[in-house]
């Protein structure tokens, strides 16, 4: 899968963790919702760059999902991780879009071994640039730090 297409299913997935945090609804549920209601011009995380009336390659879909399911069977340990990991921050004060890319990226770090500590953690820090707040990408940057030499020996 070409890069940027890993990028937009992971713009995609962090809209749908943003999401779940609404949600009592199963996953496949939320995910049904999701796609059929798929236009995000003018919500909390729309982006001036979507194109709502274009359909979603496949492959992307398929990545997106995979990386939310990964972050709902991985969430108890990974909001653990990050509560210990947060100095001085409790997951229920932290803005929603940084929680959810913090979920995202310490999904990849800790479970996504072919996905270089590097590229979770700079990715995170430039969907942060786009989706969050001028304090987005440096907070999350030194959380996931944190994250990435906990789960990930020296150099991988």
């Known amino acids: 899968m070409a890069k940027g297409m890993r990028r937009q299913g992971r713009e995609l997935a962090l809209k749908i963790i943003y999401s ?20 995000f011009r003018d919500d909390v995380l729309g982006d001036p760059h979507d194109e709502s009336h274009r359909p979603i390659p496949p492959e992307v879909r398929e990545y997106a999902e995979g990386l939310v399911r990964g972050v709902a069977d991985y969430l108890e340990r990974i ?23 913090l979920r995202l990226a310490a999904y990849e770090l800790m479970a996504r071994p072919d996905v270089p500590a590097s590229v979770a953690i700079n990715e995170a820090i430039e969907i942060g640039k786009i989706y969050g707040t001028k304090d987005t990408p440096a907070f999350v940057n030194g959380i996931l730090d944190k994250i990435s030499r906990a789960c990930r020996p020296a150099g991988s």
């Not at 779940?20 to 236009?39: G, I, K, M, T």
């Open 20 to 39: 779940l945090q609404d949600q009592d609804s199963s996953l496949e549920e939320v995910f049904a919702d999701f796609w059929a209601n798929f236009r």
């Open 79 to 101: 909001d653990q991780m990050i509560e210990e990991l947060s100095t001085n921050w409790a997951l229920d004060r932290m803005a929603r879009v940084d929680l959810s890319l």
